[in-house]
């Protein structure tokens, strides 16, 4: 293998061995000529605005691949709480990056069904106030039905 394919290779930002394979970016997905993107990994206001509390079972104690339980605090007899949530100023702790710019969830596949379960604004034809209450506390605009698609794959000016 030459130096300037085996370059091609290593800089390859999709991991794929073929050198021209674009695959969609993990925050957009492709239908057709539309791309749909994950506004929420540019956002993340819902788990710095509300307390993310459910029931003890969803932990890793009681159900396989649950939710860490270094990452809760008891709130009751029945539920458990994301530690940080449970504050004043809220800030889930499996929450990494800044809030508005860039984030994700540290333990996406283990989250609880409150997490699982809340939808943003419009992103299945269906408006969520509690997503729009979040994102104008942390100064973002809400969402609207056509925040969640870009015409023929083209980014979004800003």
Known sequence: MNCRRYARFMLNPFGSKTPFDRRPLPSETQTG?????NLCLSCGACCAFYRASFHWSEAEDHTAAGVP???????NDFRLVMRGTEGANPRCIALLGDISRSVR???YKRRASVCREFEPSWQNNAHNPLCDKARL???LQPLKPDSWFNPKGFPKAA
């Open 69 to 75: 339980l270094k990452m809760t605090k008891k709130l």
């Open 33 to 37: 000529e539309t791309m749909v993107a």
């Open 137 to 139: 506390a942390w100064g």
């Open 105 to 107: 969830c540290s333990i």
